[in-house]
């Protein structure tokens, strides 16, 4: 029993010391890469990732010290290497996507992009994952397919309506915003809360003008919808009143 307990106590010794080597070596690492000294980084890290317990941890530095260091090729067996011990997780076919895009290899990029889309395309927490990551990284029309990938396969015309009515916005494409705002509150019955945001977003003339528009069509195609009608009459309103109190002010 003694011969266990110490057996059991100097292996909790040697991990605990293990890891705290391995995170010591790590922020060391971490200190070269933010110092710009990326030749000692990738030493350490190289080191460090020959355990696979460790990638989770350096992976973002590593990775980010061959890009700095423009050593693709090591780059590239990296992420792929991740992907095969991963069982393709679709975070690194993202990433081995944006390795093509930065050396300006389009199609191999569409290609893998697609590949993760295509993985997460059935999990709603991994689509809207994935969209955020596309969104911080400003790739818009990637973060759309996401979400219009999703949408397709759940057979669900009217799902991430606030989610792709916000990416529009971002691209300032304003037709498609409104589109995506309107069927959110019809699907949603968040009427109100999309008149809020139509008029935080709608500033110019020509936006309010083209929205207005979008209604008049949404009338016609739906007569028996009230819910377009309904919007057209509050908008119409709106309207008016904006037209009083700027003439209000004119007078003043």
Known sequence: MLKTLTLIFVLSISVF????????????GMEYLKAGEYAKAKTIFQKLARNKENVQSIYKPYLQTLIKLKEWDDAEKFIKKQIKNSDGAPRYEVDLGKLYEQ?????EAARQYGKAIEKVKSNEEEVMGMMNYFAEQMQYNL???TLKASRTFLKSENKYSMQLAKL???QGKTAEMIEEYL???LSNDNREIVQNLIQDDLKEEKDIELFEKTLYEKVQK?????????FLIWHLIQKKRIFIRLLYRQEL
Not at 17 to 28: P, T, V
Not at 103 to 107: A, G, I, L, R
Not at 222 to 230: G, H, K, M, V
């Open 168 to 170: 529009y916005r971002a």
């Open 17 to 28: 010391f293990s890891f705290s080597s391995m995170a010591q070596d790590a922020e060391l």
């Open 222 to 230: 739906y007569p028996n919808e009230a819910y377009y009608s309904e």
């Open 103 to 107: 050396n300006d290899k389009k199609e």
């Open 143 to 145: 973060a759309v397919e």
């Open 183 to 185: 069927k959110f509150g």
